[in-house]
């Protein structure tokens, strides 16, 4: 039906560039990190950290996003597991496009400048200045 309205194409290929996480932590259950605040509380489980020097605009926090998904599906195919690793941006700044564009919201009961998506995603924001 859509041919009469425009351009059809089929499997078409969605690859994406090889990507580079920052970082990839997975803690060691015999090691406490509750001494390290919040980075102990982020680093409490296996987890994806993407800091940025520099505030992201909304492409590239989109582009961590598609690392997340990347590394979950072969995570995924070595061993289901029910959802994403947690991806934590960690910005200078606040990336006021990202949290508006993509709904991120406070995250409750964490400190200010903390925000999240959904649960799905398992996205999380850290802006170390949230008035900068």
Not at 3 to 13: M, N, P
Not at 39 to 45: K, M, P, S, V
Not at 110 to 127: D, E, N, R, S
């Amino acid at each position: 039906m859509l041919e009469r309205a425009g351009e059809v194409r089929t499997e078409e290929e969605a690859a994406a560039d090889p990507q580079r996480i920052d970082v990839w932590f997975v803690p060691d259950p015999k090691r406490r990190v509750e001494y390290l605040g919040l980075l102990g509380r982020i680093a409490c489980e296996p987890c994806m950290l993407e800091p940025f020097y520099r505030t992201p605009d909304l492409e590239r926090i989109r582009a961590c996003v598609r690392k997340q998904l990347a590394w979950h599906y072969g995570l995924q195919r070595r061993a289901p597991r029910s959802g994403p690793p947690p991806l934590w941006v960690i910005s200078s700044g606040r990336p006021e496009g990202a949290v508006v564009g993509l709904g991120f919201v406070p995250r409750a009961s964490w400190l200010l400048g903390v925000y999240a998506l959904p649960k799905a995603w398992g996205v999380f924001l850290v802006v170390l200045r949230p008035s900068a």
